[in-house]
């Protein structure tokens, strides 16, 4: 079975950076699509970051050029480093997996087989 748990979370200021770490157990993490999603208060959860099982990625529009999404093949986790950190990347932050091995990295939640629990990041003003 698929298991994924995020970490990293926390409260940080706007400007503040914070990296998030996704650890999965029963498969590689090169193995197919990983991504993240968030979910902030009062809205619906949304795309934010993607790698496919080639490593090719993909952002949301908001968070593109600020974050960047990473696998680490030795310890066998997907990364997602956030810079510059605006009071509206506060959401619980959700790592997801598919079970398909895919050429374009997944950005919709249907597309997902495998979820975490969610970390807390709140960036305050």
């Known amino acids: 079975q698929v298991q994924l748990v995020e970490s990293g979370g926390g409260l940080v200021q706007a400007g503040d950076s914070l990296r998030l770490s996704c650890a999965v157990s029963?498969?590689?993490?090169?193995?197919?699509?990983m991504g993240w999603f968030r979910q902030a208060p009062g809205k619906e959860r949304e795309f934010v970051a993607a790698i496919s099982g080639i490593g090719t990625t993909n952002y949301a529009d908001s968070v593109k050029g600020r974050f960047a999404i990473s696998s680490d093949n030795a310890k066998n986790t997907v990364n997602l480093q956030m810079n510059s950190l605006k009071p509206e990347d506060t959401a619980v932050y959700y790592c997801?997996?598919?079970?398909?091995?895919?050429?374009?990295?997944?950005?919709?939640?249907?597309?997902?087989?495998?979820w975490g629990q969610g970390t807390q990041v709140t960036v305050s003003s």
């Open positions: 029963g498969r590689t993490v090169s193995s197919n699509g």
């Open positions: 997801a997996a598919s079970d398909r091995l895919n050429y374009r990295p997944y950005i919709n939640q249907w597309e997902y087989d495998y």
